[in-house]
Every structure is written in C-alpha cells, then in structure tokens.
C-alpha cells in the first residue's frame, strides 16, 4: 500500500505549524501511535523552520516551501524542499547549537530531525535550493 501527499506553502512562520499538524494528521492514516505521530509532527516542522529561517533570507509569499510524504507499509517518507539559497556545509549545518542566524533559532534543527527520524538526508545546491528527506519506519496500525 502507498498513499501520497503534497504540499506547497509559502515560507512565512505560520507554515510551521500547518505543515507538522498536516503531515501529522496524514501519517495518522499509518499508525495509532500518538508519540510516533509527535515525533514526525516535530521533525516535519524543524525542516519546514529551516526553510522559513534561512532559504531566502526573508518571509514572503512569493516563497514556497514544497512537502511531500509517502506512505508505505511499515513507514513514512517526507521531503522538505526550498528553493533558496542552499547550505553551504551540511556538515557544519548539523552540528549541534551550529546557527547562522543566532537572532531567529539555536541550531538544533538537523539534531531534532535526527533524535526523531531513522534517517535524515540533506541535498543542496548553493543558490539552488535545499532538499531534506526525512525517512521513519512505523507501528502500523
């Protein structure tokens, strides 16, 4: 069994919350477990923050942030696109309390995403845009 879902939002704060209460309530579909559907709902909007913090340097509109999610029989995969200006090392972007932008987080995005997910993968392209692909196996339902 498959089941997809898409989502395009602007990249403004309130995005935050839309996108980890949608993906929550989609990956509902897969599992009963409320502290399995928390922990996607968490990773989901540490991903979409990063965007909203740091792929265009402002909040606007014209902005989008793409989410897409499957899911599969004994899992969820949920990619979290921009097309911003990309990460210049993602090694030092998942570093620990590690921020370029000191006024508006902490830099613990990538290790909440990490604590939550099986797998976290980051693909980017400097001026290009960002990909983060969160992968988690589920309790099915």
Do not use: W
């Not at 989410?67 to 969820?76: E, M, R, T, W």
């Not at 993602?90 to 995403?113: H, I, S």
């Amino acid at each position: 069994m498959e089941n997809k879902m898409k989502l395009r939002l602007e990249c403004i704060p309130a995005s935050v919350d839309v996108a980890g209460t949608m993906v929550a309530t989609f990956a509902s579909l897969n599992s009963q477990s409320e502290v399995e559907i928390l922990d996607i709902k968490n990773a989901v909007q540490e991903a979409v923050s990063n965007c909203v913090d740091h792929a265009y340097g402002d909040f606007s509109v014209d902005n989008v942030i793409d989410v897409s999610v499957a899911l599969k029989d004994q899992g969820i995969i949920i990619s979290v696109r921009d097309s911003g200006c990309g990460i210049q090392s993602v090694k030092r972007a998942r570093q620990p309390l590690f921020t370029t932008r000191p006024d508006r987080n902490k830099g613990m995005g990538f290790t909440v995403m990490e604590t939550f997910m099986d797998e976290v993968k980051v693909s980017t392209k400097c001026g290009k845009g960002t990909t983060v692909t969160l992968k988690r196996r589920m309790i099915s339902t």
